[in-house]
């Protein structure tokens, strides 16, 4: 069973950062794609950002240029580096990966809260 295990949540000020973990069971060359996805309460779930396997990168309209995505092949472990945040981007952020025989995995999800 792959396992996804996000860590590195909290409480924050708006302008301040956070660098959210995910580690995986597996090594990430065995996932076609990585990503951070958030959902904040009474809304969807809705993607932040990819990371193909090739590194490939995409972002949401909204974190483009404050957050960053990147995976450590040696750790086991993607990244999302979170600066200039802002209220809005308060919710339960979740890792989810695409393996590439086993199908898609989530992470149990860790909370962001930015204060004003």
């Known amino acids: 069973q792959v396992q996804l295990v996000e860590s590195g949540g909290g409480l924050v000020q708006a302008g301040g950062s956070l660098r959210l973990s995910c580690a995986a069971s597996e090594s990430i060359f065995k996932f076609n794609r990585m990503g951070w996805y958030r959902q904040a309460p009474g809304k969807q779930r809705d993607l932040v950002a990819l990371i193909t396997s090739d590194g490939n990168t995409n972002y949401a309209v909204s974190v483009k240029g404050r957050f960053t995505i990147s995976g450590d092949n040696a750790k086991n472990t993607i990244y999302l580096q979170m600066n200039s945040l802002k209220p809005e981007d308060t919710a339960v952020y979740y890792c989810?990966?695409?393996?590439?025989?086993?199908?898609?995995?989530w992470g149990q999800g860790t909370q962001v809260t930015v204060s004003s």
């Open positions: 989810s990966g695409d393996h590439r025989w086993r199908g898609a995995y």
